[in-house]
């Protein structure tokens, strides 16, 4: 398992320079969305690789925090200090259950796209899934992240399992299924 991990993440910096990924060639209609799943223990080792990778790549390639994301947004709308009250007091599904309205796909996806910069970066690369749980669900993003994409090519690292059709955060959690997406390196 070690070995086939530390080659996977190898292949990231080849495969996101790539010609076919950065102009979604053979997708056959399909939009540029990609995982790179990785064991949920590995998420320190992924951060460091892709500090040093990215920089050495040729292309404009944004990232995307998704857990800073969300701080960022709660802070923005004077929540967060409520938020963080509510999950230590009452628990995950307390919070969920008062957020849902507020964090949800259709709200995050825009500020996504506003902060990659889509339109100035020829990919956009989303990090941070595992430490936005549960407050939103990857299925539900991505979904309303199809039409602001504007043809840019879109990589989630996913700490949990990649089925090629489910999604499973931390190879626990099962989320609805997804069948557009891509894996980024097999």
Do not use: W
């Amino acid at each position: 398992m070690n070995e086939n991990f530390y080659e996977r993440l190898n292949q990231i910096k080849d495969r996101l320079a790539s010609p076919e990924l950065l102009s979604n060639a053979g997708l056959g209609n399909e939009i540029g969305f990609y995982i790179f799943d990785y064991p949920p223990e590995r998420e320190l080792a992924v951060r460091r690789h892709l500090e040093k990778v990215l920089p050495e790549i040729p292309c404009k390639i944004a990232v995307v925090n998704l857990f800073e994301l969300l701080v960022e947004y709660l802070k923005t709308e004077k929540m967060l200090e409520d938020a963080v009250n509510l999950q230590c007091e009452a628990g995950d599904a307390e919070l969920l259950n008062a957020f849902k309205g507020i964090i949800e796909g259709a709200r995050i996806a825009p500020l996504i796209a506003e902060k990659a910069l889509i339109e100035t970066h020829d990919a956009v690369i989303l990090t941070g899934i595992g430490n936005a749980f549960p407050l939103i669900r990857t299925h539900d993003l991505l979904n309303n992240l199809q039409i602001l994409m504007n043809n840019k090519p879109l990589v989630v690292f996913y700490p949990g399992v990649y089925s090629g059709q489910n999604l499973s955060l931390f190879g626990k959690l099962r989320d609805e299924n997804y069948y557009r997406a891509f894996r980024l390196v097999v």
